[in-house]
């Protein structure tokens, strides 16, 4: 079925915005679905279409969440429930925000209060929930393809919140926007990521993503921090940070993860801020105009340094969280395509 431009945003069908019929031109095929994917579990098997459709729609929706009228009502109808089984106020609240400005009804559910507390398997929540009929699950799990299975198990849309150190698709995504939306273009860049890479499902999902846009990758860390032939994700490795940023256009920094840590990873904080803690010395390294991320939340004075955090001039930090949201909705709608018509 061709798409209806105008109900991307939610507007009267007789005048879309020139920029929407455009993007929908191109992204709709009368023969194929312009997203086949039932859930969006990882970048992982994206293509680099798919990967640039949900990026030009989260165009539309970052420019809509800067109107006064925030909201849609393209999901009117639907239902999304966040479950979150790891804490998280910046991810949940992100969704929670996407989905009420499309007009879903929103339900979050944390594990602190669920029946997982009283013994239920992961695997009966999942059965309780779809008999409800939610329409999209946006679902956390401290376990690596914990996700996965659950999204076996229900018969709506499921999005990958984060499981374990597996994946984080929403956040290479809204790292990718900003990354586009400050250089114009993802190919061709060099993009160096610094820290806790072993831990980090935010560094798997960027190297996906950056990999199957045309980036070049590094890694940086020492060597207790990254996962065993991290090179055979087409990254190339460093354990100097002054030599991993040289020249690089983007300086990715990833939290230190003590909560997933058994042992001595790191010998102290100190230690490990003198050699991989982001400050201006080491900065010094990349381009003039190299541009600052992390995934937050920041550990000040651990992996960067407060005055580098806070440099707006080269910081994108914030404007990460703003574009979070757009790319949360761009999610939302594409995978909402292929449901049919909310009961």
């Given at each position: 079925?061709?798409?209806?431009?105008?109900?991307?945003?939610?507007?009267?069908?007789?005048?879309?915005?020139?920029?929407?019929?455009?993007?929908?031109?191109?992204?709709?095929?009368?023969?194929?679905?312009?997203?086949?994917?039932?859930?969006?579990?990882?970048?992982?098997?994206?293509?680099?279409?798919?990967?640039?459709?949900?990026?030009?729609?989260?165009?539309?929706?970052?420019?809509?969440?800067?109107?006064?009228?925030?909201?849609?009502?393209?999901?009117?109808?639907?239902?999304?429930?966040?479950?979150?089984?790891?804490?998280?106020?910046?991810?949940?609240t992100s969704f929670?925000?996407?989905?009420?400005?499309l007009g879903a009804?929103?339900?979050?559910?944390?594990?602190?209060?669920?029946?997982?507390?009283?013994?239920?398997?992961?695997?009966?929540?999942?059965?309780?929930?779809?008999?409800?009929?939610?329409?999209?699950?946006?679902?956390?799990?401290?376990?690596?393809?914990?996700?996965?299975?659950?999204?076996?198990?229900?018969?709506?849309?499921?999005?990958?919140?984060?499981?374990?150190?597996?994946?984080?698709?929403?956040?290479?995504?809204?790292?990718?926007?900003?990354?586009?939306?400050?250089?114009?273009?993802?190919?061709?860049?060099?993009?160096?990521?610094?820290?806790?890479?072993?831990?980090?499902?935010?560094?798997?999902?960027?190297?996906?993503?950056?990999?199957?846009?045309?980036?070049?990758?590094?890694?940086?860390?020492?060597?207790?921090?990254?996962?065993?032939?991290?090179?055979?994700?087409?990254?190339?490795?460093?354990?100097?940070?002054?030599?991993?940023?040289?020249?690089?256009?983007?300086?990715?920094?990833?939290?230190?993860?003590?909560?997933?840590?058994?042992?001595?990873?790191?010998?102290?904080?100190?230690?490990?801020?003198?050699?991989?803690?982001?400050?201006?010395?080491?900065?010094?390294?990349?381009?003039?105009?190299?541009?600052?991320?992390?995934?937050?939340?920041?550990?000040?004075?651990?992996?960067?340094?407060?005055e580098v955090a806070?440099?707006?001039?080269?910081?994108?930090?914030?404007?990460?969280?703003?574009?979070?949201?757009?790319?949360?909705?761009?999610?939302?709608?594409?995978?909402?395509?292929?449901?049919?018509?909310?009961?």
């Amino acid at each position: 079925m061709p798409l209806d431009p105008a109900r991307i945003c939610g507007l009267p069908s007789a005048s879309p915005p020139p920029y929407i019929a455009a993007l929908m031109t191109v992204a709709a095929s009368p023969n194929e679905p312009s997203f086949p994917h039932r859930h969006l579990l990882g970048i992982e098997g994206l293509s680099p279409s798919e990967i640039t459709l949900l990026l030009d729609i989260s165009e539309t929706y970052v420019e809509q969440n800067r109107q006064a009228d925030k909201t849609r009502s393209i999901l009117h109808g639907r239902t999304l429930i966040n479950l979150f089984f790891e804490t998280s106020t910046r991810t949940r609240t992100s969704f929670e925000l996407a989905g009420k400005r499309l007009g879903a009804d929103v339900i979050n559910m944390s594990v602190a209060t669920s029946s997982i507390k009283k013994g239920e398997t992961l695997i009966d929540t999942a059965m309780t929930l779809n008999a409800m009929h939610p329409d999209v699950l946006a679902v956390r799990h401290p376990d690596s393809g914990a996700v996965s299975l659950l999204s076996e198990k229900v018969t709506g849309a499921v999005i990958n919140a984060g499981d374990g150190s597996h994946e984080h698709p929403t956040q290479a995504l809204l790292d990718a926007l900003t990354i586009r939306r400050r250089r114009g273009r993802l190919a061709g860049l060099l993009v160096t990521i610094c820290g806790d890479v072993l831990h980090s499902r935010v560094a798997r999902s960027n190297i996906h993503l950056l990999n199957t846009m045309g980036a070049r990758v590094r890694v940086v860390a020492p060597p207790t921090l990254l996962p065993p032939a991290i090179e055979r994700m087409g990254v190339e490795v460093f354990y100097d940070m002054r030599a991993g940023l040289t020249d690089c256009d983007i300086v990715m920094m990833l939290r230190v993860q003590t909560e997933r840590m058994q042992g001595n990873f790191i010998p102290s904080v100190r230690e490990y801020f003198h050699f991989y803690g982001l400050d201006y010395d080491k900065l010094g390294a990349a381009k003039e105009d190299a541009l600052i991320m992390h995934p937050g939340p920041m550990n000040r004075g651990v992996e960067i340094d407060s005055e580098v955090a806070d440099d707006y001039g080269r910081s994108v930090i914030y404007e990460q969280v703003e574009m979070g949201v757009a790319v949360r909705m761009a999610c939302l709608e594409v995978l909402t395509r292929n449901l049919g018509d909310p009961v």
